[in-house]
């Protein structure tokens, strides 16, 4: 369930853009005007105003937005701006784009690849062909340092099968043939590949089952275990979170983000801003199984200024 | 460019459908009054018909051809009634669901994932996941035999980059290393897969071009002389063919299943069916080009009665 709250009476599209186009106006901006605009608004109202802005002042509201605001504020708001489609193409490209890829900007990847729809994977690559002159699986295949593209490749190319149907005789067939795998180091196997990469994800929830009715240990553990290169394990395990349970995944991205000194706004951002139309309300819900506190309340505690009422607020808060 | 000949003036759905209703009625078929329908009639107006024949007779068109027609001719009629890319997934599944798989039916995956636009392979990918409770990739994956299915999911799954824009530099590089891959006897290489699998048909066209400068020879030559698994260096040449040029290869499935004694019907119809609302007149130019005598008096003498009168009707001749 999504955590924004959009008012029962909405004011137009033109309205809103006046407004927002007042909020960019005169001395300095008015921050909170735009938070109460955009914090509150539907995929769909957003981009019906994004429409309506190009057509009443001749400009890209997103170019506004980025000369008007600053910082992780701006940041976070050019990206929930964005179609949701658009905004996984360009934070893909930005992490392809890097010389160093560290794993943690490939995670990027994995997430996009295994945390979303079918359908809307399909929209990301269209999104990516349109804005990059290149498709987002050319650009992994011909950037990432093996033995990363295989298994990258293979999850952004995928549109799994989408309905709750399972077949448990495979499931066991499988999950031996990933314990196979395991037991022999062989992680990047061709089996391990196709099914995590083809399976649907209720098909692979199963396999996991099995697995560990099987070998006793969850697979996410066993494959945690197995030695050979650390960043495809680490990518892996990634995967296994992913389609096992995105709200988990998500609400470890968040505690992990503000854990320790410090703050990680990018990831932080993506996570709250990528699922506040989606499952936030699940994600708030596992964070508090996962770390025993208050995710709304770990963040309130770790960032400031007009960023942390964006964050808020897209979180379902009253400003 | 299509061959099929819609006419000026084409009466309704509604009074097509009640045309072949009338065909199929009393004793035996007017095979003829079919062909004339829906022989001469475009993708979105064979929609239309369809739709129309199950509200007026609620009946499904398709199974109506199916109790009225038989042999090669029914083959061919429901083919051509089907909407493209349920065709191509109907096409693909009966490949997979087969027990042995031969290389040349498995060559049709590659026919369908390499001379079809990229969106058209998704509409084909949907499709697959809405009849069959599977992915096409996953049915890929689990089911045909090593080492096929990494090159088979590559290309089924491709999303590739459609617009005419090369990068010089890229087919050089790129062409070096399939000649590396080559060399070295390794044609299921990772790189041979993500370049072949990835990049968009222009920039591998332009790859192509790159490496028989380069090298002397075209790659598909090299790939012929390259020792290892027959499987998969003969479907690595039909993706080179399919990529280079769709109509050759349209046009040599068409000379091989008319050549010698006997027809292959499954392989002529297919190639007719699909590409007659495409580019069988390139292919026919082509076919021309290739053997030096004309593909449609190829075709006439090898087949006969309905199927015939069928094939040619798409061929786009008066009968």
């Known amino acids: 369930m999504a955590t924004i709250r959009v ?24 921050e909170k005007a735009i938070i109460r605009v955009l914090g509150k608004r539907n995929e769909s109202q957003r981009r019906k105003i994004r429409e309506s802005y190009k057509e009443k002042y001749g400009k890209d509201l997103i170019d506004d937005l980025s000369s008007e605001l600053s910082g992780d504020f701006m940041k976070a708001v050019i990206l929930w701006t964005y179609d949701p489609a658009e905004r996984d193409a360009r934070l893909a490209n930005k992490v392809l784009k890097e010389k160093k890829k560290g794993i943690n900007k490939l995670k990027v990847l994995v997430e996009i690849s295994c945390t979303t729809s079918p359908t809307y994977l399909i929209a990301v690559r269209k999104a990516y062909c349109s804005l990059f002159d290149s498709s987002l699986e050319e650009h992994i295949a011909s950037s990432v340092p093996f033995p990363l593209p295989k298994l990258l ?43 995590l990469g083809t399976r649907s994800v209720y098909q692979l929830r199963q396999t996991f089952v099995a697995y560990k009715q099987s070998y006793g240990n969850t697979i996410d553990k066993d494959v945690e275990g197995c030695p050979g290169d650390a960043d495809l394990r680490s990518l892996l395990q990634m995967v296994i979170l992913c389609i096992d349970s995105p709200e988990k995944h998500f609400a470890k991205v968040v505690s992990e983000s503000i854990e320790g000194f410090g703050t990680d706004e990018d990831s932080l951002t993506r996570a709250i801003v990528t699922r506040a139309e989606i499952d936030l309300m699940k994600v708030r819900g596992e964070y508090f199984n996962m770390y025993n506190s208050s995710m709304d309340n770990a963040i309130i505690g770790d960032v400031s200024g007009d960023y942390k009422d964006f964050l808020i607020t897209l979180l379902g808060s009253k400003i």
């Open 7 to 30: 008012p029962e009476e909405v004011p137009s599209p033109a309205q809103d853009s006046e407004t927002l186009n007042q909020a960019f106006r005169g001395w300095g901006t008015d």
């Open 153 to 195: 490749v293979t999850l952004a190319s995928s549109f799994r099968y989408d309905k709750d149907k399972v077949d448990a005789e495979v499931a066991t067939i499988e999950s031996a043939m990933l314990r196979e795998a395991i037991t022999k180091k062989q992680l990047d196997h061709d089996h391990v590949l196709y099914i």
